[in-house]
């Protein structure tokens, strides 16, 4: 059974890079055809997709974090990586990594979830 | 982006009810569109992806239809674990957007 589990710091100061990790268990990240995909969700805007990533380097990101976001895959180490730069106060939230199933196209397989905090 | 709303906000229901949400879009999105639940302290879980197709293990109790704007998820017998929030997601065009959710509750 796969699992999806999400790690990195809960704090993290103003202006500097948020960085997570989601370790795939039970399963590859190379196997099957999924994009590998990061949500958060927050108090004021609810769920929101951050951008996911195929195998192959394909991917999409949210327009509106775009020039502060990457999402890598690590087979090596069968891990969905995040990088968010410059976070303010509104990147505070429950950060949920996902797998995206291309025959299902929906969410089909969520992380349990990591809250993150930005501090000033 | 395409907007996503969600109505009612809030549903107040007793087990055994039918129990019917409502998600538009703000422009047509044929049927790609999901449901899931989520429930308090969890991540959310699939229901219906391809606005009417049950995932994998989700009981029959529950149903989605629609197409272009439009959707609807329908619970036909509400059972005590169903009380949770349900939302809607477009995958139309990028970003995948959210509804709001409807919250299920006593």
């Known amino acids: 059974q796969v699992q999806l589990q999400e790690s990195g710091p809960g704090l993290v100061k103003a202006s500097q890079t948020l960085s997570l990790t989601c370790t795939v268990s039970g399963g590859s990240v190379a196997g099957g055809s999924y994009f590998w995909t990061w949500i958060r969700q927050s108090a004021g805007k609810g769920l929101e997709w951050i951008g996911r990533?195929?195998?192959?380097?394909?991917?999409n990101y949210n327009p509106s974090l775009l020039s502060r976001v990457t999402i890598s895959v690590d087979t090596s180490k069968n891990q969905v990586s995040l990088e968010l730069k410059s976070v303010t106060a509104a990147d505070t939230a429950i950060y949920y990594c996902?797998?995206?199933?291309?025959?299902?196209?929906?969410?089909?397989?969520w992380g349990q979830g990591i809250r993150v905090s930005v501090s000033s | 982006d395409i907007q996503m709303t969600q109505s009612p906000s809030s549903v107040s229901a007793s087990v055994g009810d039918r129990v019917t949400i409502t998600c538009r879009a703000s422009?047509?999105?044929?049927?790609?569109l999901a449901w899931y639940q989520q429930k308090p302290g969890k991540a959310p879980t699939l229901l219906i992806y391809?606005?009417?197709t049950l995932h994998t293990g989700v009981p029959s109790r529950f149903g989605g239809s629609g197409s272009g704007t439009d959707f609807t998820l329908t619970i036909s017998s509400l059972q005590p674990e169903d009380f949770a929030i349900y939302y809607c997601q477009q995958f139309s065009s990028f970003p995948a957007t959210f509804g709001p959710g409807t919250k299920v509750d006593v």
């Open positions: 422009q047509g999105i044929s049927t790609w």
């Open positions: 996902a797998r995206e199933s291309v025959a299902l196209t929906a969410l089909d397989l």
């Open positions: 391809d606005a009417s």
């Open positions: 990533m195929f195998l192959s380097g394909d991917g």
